[in-house]
């Protein structure tokens, strides 16, 4: 006589939560990249001690490591500064990405069908997020288009040089979009185009529109973005 199969026991686990440092760390990284912290907020250790569920010492490590990377300055007994984007770092971003996405846009031709396909969804990403109103996903696929453009060039050193830009693009871009909601239908325009161009075969084309989309952000005074 056949046994009866054993009883399925549902095993649950447990998940386990990031170190108490790094959930602080995304915490404010996050809000600063998507200027739910403008420059100029002061963040106090009591104040993301309660915003995150910790205790202070992890808050501190955090904010250790985030003016490591230039997101915030820290003063003893007062708290950590959000610092604002200077035109000095839109220069030396704008300058970088000109070098890497110029050379990468006419490396990319012929474009292959995959990295077509891939800008168009992203194109479609950025007009569904933009009538959303939800800026920081538009700048996330923003800067995803033309981080497509740059892997294509097949050079895995100029890919991880412009992979450190993506903290700096993600929070400018926020923050152009916030200074100036009127550009959000023109880099929309100017994306198409770099597609159009890639599309055609036409490396100068893309190089061109690569060039007066990305040179435009040096237009912006200082302190006209946070």
């Known amino acids: 006589m056949p046994t009866a199969p054993p009883v399925a026991i549902k095993q649950v686990k447990s998940l386990k939560q990031p170190p108490a440092a790094e959930r602080v760390y995304t915490h404010i990284k996050e809000a600063v990249l998507h200027r739910r912290y403008e420059g100029g907020t002061l963040l106090t250790e009591g104040d ?40 000095q770092e839109i220069a030396d971003v704008v300058e970088t990405r000109l070098l890497v996405e110029k050379y990468a846009a006419a490396k990319a031709v012929p474009a292959s069908p995959l990295l077509i396909a891939r800008l168009e969804e992203l194109l479609d990403d950025m007009r569904r997020r933009a009538a959303e109103g939800d800026l920081a996903a538009v700048s996330d696929s923003d800067r995803a288009f033309h981080a497509e453009i740059v892997r294509s060039a097949g050079n895995e050193i100029l890919s991880r040089l412009y992979d450190q830009l993506r903290d700096r693009q993600l929070r400018m871009g926020v923050a152009v979009m916030h200074a100036h909601p009127d550009r959000i239908a023109k880099n929309h325009s100017e994306h198409t185009e770099i597609l159009e161009a890639l599309r055609a075969g036409d490396a100068e084309a893309a190089v061109a529109v690569i060039d007066q989309h990305v040179s435009w952000v040096r237009n912006l005074a200082q302190g006209e973005i946070r």
């Open 48 to 87: 993301l001690a309660e915003a995150v569920g910790v205790s202070r010492t992890p808050v501190r490590e955090a904010l250790l490591r985030l003016e490591a990377e230039g997101l915030i300055k820290l003063y003893p007994k007062k708290g950590a500064l959000v610092l604002p984007v200077s035109a």
